[in-house]
């Protein structure tokens, strides 16, 4: 049995004013945490931060991943950085939406989309546990307002310059966001923040659909707020905890800590009662 790691952290961006604080931080907590509490070797993490995070380096490192993987290993992908969401590639643009990652190396016109992670991580290998964590918001409710770079929080959620242009010619884009990577039904994650579906991962992210995800300054450093909780819960019970349990402690911190947002938990229910980071 191997435990592997792919930990993503960007606070630079190439593009202008998209610079984030708190991501590096939370690959570098994450890091500890996994060697502290659940016996990952350091040789078998891997880190990309800040400008190395190209879209091509982190589908080759994803792509890695899962593809050495072998049953009863254990895996982790981590992401701290922006969201955002596109037109849907399948249809015109008032079809759908998909949601993407922000690489540093972002470009508009061939993204890193939920639809490539889903068949990505649809080629598991029987009997890997695959978790994946995903510090970012893909909501559409964030303003085009930039905020200084010493607020005291910013959203990890970049708007689409076409939506931007849809909006300020006053002809919005009528399409709605749908994810390839989240395979549950809007109405079940509208009852519940523990959502069960047919999934081979199990899939923490930052937010509910309609929040977005705090970049954060908390107790002397900026750190993402889901990555921060979920870190300190970790330590809190020394790594012995359910994902249901650490999905709770993780929502309870958040709520202390006065933030709004919700994470979610999605993936098979038999998984959600299994301690967090062991075999299948």
């Not at 470009?107 to 490539?116: Q, S």
Request: proline share 5%; hydrophobic share 35%.
């Amino acid at each position: 049995m191997a435990k592997k790691a792919l930990l993503i952290g960007i606070n630079r961006y190439r593009m202008p004013g998209a610079d984030l604080r708190g991501c590096v931080n939370d690959v570098e907590n994450v890091h500890e945490a996994l060697q502290r509490y659940f016996g990952f070797a350091a040789g078998d993490i891997t880190t990309l931060t800040d400008l190395a995070a190209t879209t091509r380096a982190i589908k080759a490192a994803i792509q890695r991943l899962v593809r050495t993987a072998r049953g009863g290993d254990v895996l982790l992908l981590h992401y701290s950085g922006h969201g955002a969401n596109v037109p849907d590639a399948d249809g015109d643009e008032a079809d759908g939406r998909d949601e993407i990652l922000c690489p540093a190396d972002l470009d508009w016109k061939a993204p890193l989309t939920d639809d490539w992670l889903r068949r990505t991580f649809n080629r598991l290998r029987k009997g890997v546990s695959l978790t994946v964590v995903m510090d970012c918001c893909h909501s559409g409710t964030n303003t085009r307002a930039v905020l200084p770079p010493d607020a005291p929080r910013i959203p990890r959620y970049l708007p689409n310059p076409w939506d931007l242009m849809a909006e300020e010619s006053g002809r919005r884009l009528r399409g709605r966001r749908v994810t390839g990577l989240r395979v549950s039904p809007p109405a079940a994650r509208r009852r519940s923040d523990v959502v069960a579906a047919d999934i081979p991962e199990l899939l923490i992210s930052g937010c509910r659909d309609t929040q977005t995800s705090a970049d954060a300054y908390i107790d002397g450093s900026y750190n993402g707020a889901l990555s921060y909780h979920l870190v300190a819960a970790i330590a809190e019970t020394r790594g012995v905890l359910s994902y249901r349990e650490l999905h709770a402690r993780t929502c309870a911190g958040l709520k202390r800590g006065d933030f709004d947002q919700v994470p979610q938990l999605e993936g098979r229910k038999s998984g959600f009662d299994r301690r967090f980071l062991t075999p299948l």
